[in-house]
């Protein structure tokens, strides 16, 4: 079976490269996203990530605690900064070579985010990490993953999480509770289904962007993605 897509964006959260920790990173989990990563590549195929914070810092917790919103959200995007160098070097390590671009400049660890420079990179088969958001507080992630996937126009949005796909209702609480196999970017905006916030949604939605939405642990899941069998849930038109 063939790969359904040739460029992706990969948005992992903060807390993917946490695994059981209750704060940070766990270099384990981070190798084992570096080889889900790197099978994707030497599958030809180009691959660019957004990763979060949430594991360091988030800015909405600062807020609640007495703090500027805006000095707290740049906090939580440098945090992201201190993942995407840590996915840097496990990729390395995999020998898979990688690019780091931020939109906060700090030229001395990280190239700055240049939209056709990231693209000139993934043509050459090097994975680009965008690290320190978007640039702009009262954003996240999410958003950022959908912005960057417009701007380099990717195919699709991967939403790699702990569980495997959007379901109806809690399934640790509802046995009951059922995944969709598809869903529409209206419904998840109506319904306010958590694939990713409403910002990112609706910029998919007008840029028509998919997202899947699937379990990152188990092993071989981005390569299935890619290959578009139907594992977790996909949201489009
Ligand atoms: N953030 C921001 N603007 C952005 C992206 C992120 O201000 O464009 C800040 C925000 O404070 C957020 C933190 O960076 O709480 C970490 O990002 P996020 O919460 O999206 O990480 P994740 O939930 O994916 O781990």
Redesign the pocket.
Known sequence: MGNTYQRVLLKL???ALMGDLSYGIDPTIVQYIAQEIAEVVSNGVQIAVVV????I????KGAAAGMDRAT??YI??I??VMNAMTLQDALEQAEIPTRVQTAIAMQEVAEPYIRRRAIRHLEKGRVVIFGA????????????AALRAAEINAEVVFKATKVDGVYDSDPKVNPDAKRFRTLTYSHVLAHDLKVMDSTAIALCKDNNIPITVFDLSVRGNICRAVMGEPIGTIVGE
């Open positions: 959260s903060g807390e979060g914070g949430g594991n810092f988030r800015g909405i707290a959200d939580g995007m945090a992201t958001g978007s640039g702009n507080p009262f954003f996240t992630t999410d958003t950022t």
